[in-house]
């Protein structure tokens, strides 16, 4: 006797192994100074444990992609809470940097795999306009679970209870997901419309792109980045970095919902150029205002680089469709790769701005927001770059006279 898919179960199991990803992405964040300070750790090592996270994470999404049609989604998953559980427990027994290391990278790899078995998934699951609905609930919880781990983290963190603790909260999500997908029928992979890897290769292969492909570096990392490092740089500011992360991750997901009207407005070209333009007004804030203003450059930063990714996702999609699915995941695995391979560099920045601010004669307090601001006046060439290659982009799609509009689904 077959046993029947329980669809809205299956669902609501993907959201809790997405708000798994969040909380391992926002908790972590909130607990590097103290990761730093226990463990006598530079800015430099601590970017090369932030860059473990992003380095398994694509690599994971990857693989799953191309063998999801052939192993099915429940056994991804089943990869992806024993790595996640791994991962967890590692770190918090982890007793020094290369504990933090190993442990972080099973954290990536079990994030990878929930991307790379929940999108397909959802996919197989519904069609139409109810499948362009599941999916953009399904992503609202990437950042709407940031808010709520940065929630938790901030208040735990001022209630004194310690890094062990937060990590030990990322759990829970995990334990939900694994109880919900547990004894359940998944669906089967959709063989019908899937091209070949030779056709994906062959399209990805083309100008457009290879060009988007490095747009996405640097799209990646002008998201990731700052949001990353919040609670390091900007704990000295006067404002709460936790606070700050909650409201950029919060914004994000309430733009996201409400996609639809910027994206026919502007089109994807337009909202790619524009984005870049606030969020280097945003990140340009952040490396000079302090106290309360702190929370306006989180505004002006969310409205930034709250569309990059799901346009650039969905640009290919529309653009490159016969990259098919493995272009996709290209595209957002070097986004992560890219967010890995920064991680050490800017804790590299930081530990040198202090440097130099010591040599001032700066210390204490108004040292580390000086080097903080520093370092992220140094970011600012990201959306930098990306202003002058989205014009190009820009100009490049007006004349091809191709409408460039899409509401293709994000990744994240």
Not at 14 to 30: D, K, Y
Not at 292 to 309: I, K, N, T
Not at 379 to 389: G, T
Request: neutral net charge; hydrophobic residues 55%; glycine residues 12%.
């Amino acid at each position: 006797m077959t046993q029947t898919v329980n669809s809205s179960r299956l669902f609501n199991a993907s959201c809790f192994a997405l708000i798994t990803t969040a909380f391992s992405f926002s908790i972590r964040a909130g607990i590097l100074p103290q990761l730093g300070a226990e463990f006598g750790l530079s800015a430099e090592q601590l970017g090369f444990i932030n860059s473990m996270f992003f380095a398994g994470f694509p690599l994971s999404m990857i693989i799953g992609g191309l063998v999801y049609h052939s192993v099915g989604p429940k056994i991804i998953m089943q990869i992806a809470l024993v790595c996640h559980i791994i991962g967890i427990v590692m770190t918090i027994y982890a007793g020094g940097y290369v504990g933090l290391l190993v442990s972080t990278f099973f954290i990536g790899i079990g994030n990878g795999c929930t991307e790379a078995a929940c999108n397909p998934m959802i996919a197989d699951t519904y069609d139409g306009l109810k499948l362009n609905k599941m999916l953009n609930r399904f992503h609202m919880w990437f950042p709407g679970g940031i808010v709520v781990g940065s929630l938790i983290s901030k208040f735990m963190t001022d209630a004194n209870l310690g890094w062990q603790a937060q990590i030990w909260v990322i759990m829970i999500p995990a334990i939900i997901y694994a109880i919900l997908f547990w004894g359940q029928a998944f669906p089967k992979p959709h063989i019908s419309g899937v091209t070949s890897i030779s056709e994906n290769l062959r399209a990805m292969a083309t100008p457009l792109y290879i060009f988007i492909f490095f747009c996405m570096a640097f799209t990646a990392i002008s998201e990731f980045g700052p949001q990353q490092w919040t609670g390091l740089i900007m704990s000295k500011s006067g404002a709460s970095p936790m606070l700050i992360l909650a409201l950029v991750t919060g914004l994000m997901a309430l733009i996201r919902f409400f996609a639809a009207p910027i994206v026919s407005a502007l089109g994807a070209t337009g909202i790619l150029w524009g984005g870049s333009i606030l969020a280097a007004i945003g990140i340009y804030m952040f490396s000079t205002v302090t106290g309360p203003l702190a929370y306006a450059a989180a505004v002006v930063f969310a409205c930034g680089v709250g569309l990059f990714w799901p346009t650039m996702i969905g640009f290919i999609a529309q653009n490159v469709p016969l990259s098919g699915a493995l272009g996709m995941s290209i595209v957002g695995g070097v986004g992560m790769f890219s967010t890995a391979i920064f991680q050490p560099i800017i804790g590299s920045w930081i530990d040198d701005a202090r440097a130099e601010k010591i040599a001032q004669g700066l210390t204490g307090d108004e040292m580390e927001l000086a080097a903080g601001q520093a370092t992220l006046s140094t970011m600012l060439m990201f959306p930098a770059i990306l202003i002058v290659a989205f014009a190009i982009l820009f100009f490049w799609m007006k004349s091809r006279k191709t409408v460039p509009g899409t509401q293709g689904a994000a990744l994240h």
